[in-house]
C-alpha cells in the first residue's frame, strides 16, 4: 500500500512539474501576442535555415514535449525544402525512435511479463514472430509514429529488424509530410502578416502532389494486403492502446 501510495505520488508531483513546463513554454510563445510569436519565428527560421542539421536533435527533444512526430516533419519540409527535408526526416526520425525505442524497452523490462490489454498482446505476438514485417507494416500503414515505438519496445524486439524496419519504413510516409511543409513558402507567410497562410504562400503543386504520393503509398499498402483480413482494424486499435500501455504498471 505505501509503495503504490509513493509510485502516485510521484506521478502527481512529475504531472504537475510537466504541466508548469509546459504552461512557461505556451506563454514564452504566446504570452506577447502575435507580432511576437512571428518575430520568434522568423529569427527560428532563419537560423534553423542556415543551420539544417540541427534540426535532427528537435526530432530528440520533441520527446520531452510530446511533440507529434508529423508537425516536426512538416516543419522540416518547411525550412529545408523537399530533398534535403527528407534527408533530415529520416535521420531525425530514425535517431528518435532509437532513443524513445530503447528508453521504453528499458523502462517496462521490469514491468510488463505479458500485456494484459488484448490489442497490445496481439500485436506483441505478432511482433515477436516477424519484429522486420510487423514493424514494417505499421511504418507504411501510417500508424502513429510513437506507438510502433512503444508497442515495439514492449514486445522486446530485437534492436537490429526493429531499426531497419523504420529506416525503410520512413523513407516513403515522411515524404508526402515533408512536401506538404515545403509547400508553404515561410517569407511569403510572414510578409502577410496574418497567422495563417494566404494563397499567395502556398506552393499548391507541392500541396496536390503530397496528397497523391500518401493515397498512393496507402492503395499501394492495401493492394500488397497490409491492410487486408482485419489488420486495419488492428492498426487503429494501437492508437488509442499504447498510451494504456505505459499507464498499466499498478
Keep these: 500500500m505505501i509503495r503504490r501510495f509513493d509510485k502516485t505520488s510521484a506521478r502527481f508531483v512529475l504531472s504537475i512539474i510537466l504541466l508548469c513546463a509546459f504552461s512557461v513554454?505556451?506563454?514564452?510563445?504566446?504570452?506577447?501576442?502575435?507580432?511576437?510569436?512571428?518575430?520568434?519565428?522568423?529569427?527560428?527560421?532563419?537560423?534553423?535555415?542556415?543551420?539544417?542539421?540541427?534540426?535532427?536533435?528537435?526530432?530528440?527533444?520533441?520527446?520531452?514535449?510530446f511533440l507529434p512526430a508529423s508537425f516536426v516533419i512538416f516543419l522540416t519540409g518547411m525550412i529545408c525544402g523537399p530533398l534535403l527535408g527528407e534527408v533530415v526526416a529520416v535521420v531525425g526520425l530514425t535517431l528518435g525512435s532509437s532513443i524513445e525505442f530503447l528508453l521504453v524497452r528499458r523502462s517496462v523490462s521490469s514491468i510488463f511479463v505479458r500485456p494484459s490489454n488484448a490489442w497490445l498482446q496481439k500485436w506483441?505476438?505478432?511482433?515477436?514472430?516477424?519484429?522486420?514485417?510487423?514493424?514494417?507494416?505499421?511504418?507504411?500503414?501510417?500508424?502513429?509514429?510513437?506507438?510502433?515505438?512503444?508497442?515495439?519496445?514492449?514486445?522486446r524486439t530485437p534492436f537490429r529488424p526493429f531499426l531497419?524496419?523504420?529506416?525503410?519504413?520512413?523513407i516513403p510516409t515522411s515524404l508526402p509530410i515533408v512536401v506538404s511543409g515545403a509547400s508553404i513558402n515561410f517569407d511569403a507567410w510572414v510578409s502577410g502578416g496574418h497567422l495563417w497562410p494566404g494563397?499567395?504562400?502556398?506552393?499548391?503543386?507541392?500541396?496536390?502532389?503530397?496528397?497523391?504520393?500518401?493515397?498512393?503509398?496507402?492503395?499501394?499498402?492495401?493492394?500488397?494486403?497490409?491492410?487486408?483480413?482485419?489488420?486495419?482494424?488492428?492498426?487503429?486499435?494501437?492508437?488509442?492502446?499504447?498510451?494504456?500501455?505505459?499507464?498499466?504498471?499498478?
Excluded at 501576442?33 to 534540426?55: I, P
Excluded at 505478432?126 to 506507438?147: E, G, K, Q, Y
Excluded at 498512393?216 to 492508437?239: E, M, N, P, V, Y
Aim: with cysteine; proline share 2%; glycine share 8%.
Design 25 to 65: 513554454l505556451m506563454f514564452a510563445t504566446y504570452g506577447a501576442g502575435t507580432q511576437s510569436l512571428f518575430e520568434r519565428a522568423v529569427t527560428f527560421y532563419a537560423f534553423a535555415d542556415n543551420h539544417a542539421w540541427l534540426l535532427v536533435g528537435l526530432y530528440v527533444l520533441r520527446l520531452l514535449f
Design 124 to 155: 506483441s505476438e505478432r511482433i515477436s514472430r516477424t519484429p522486420f514485417h510487423s514493424i514494417l507494416l505499421m511504418r507504411v500503414c501510417f500508424v502513429p509514429f510513437d506507438a510502433v515505438n512503444i508497442v515495439a519496445a514492449i514486445a
Design 164 to 170: 531497419f524496419a523504420t529506416v525503410l519504413g520512413v
Design 199 to 250: 494563397e499567395g504562400a502556398i506552393h499548391w503543386t507541392y500541396l496536390i502532389f503530397s496528397v497523391v504520393l500518401a493515397a498512393l503509398i496507402a492503395l499501394h499498402a492495401r493492394k500488397q494486403g497490409f491492410l487486408q483480413s482485419g489488420t486495419q482494424g488492428d492498426l487503429h486499435g494501437l492508437g488509442s492502446t499504447s498510451n494504456d500501455a505505459l499507464s498499466a504498471k499498478d
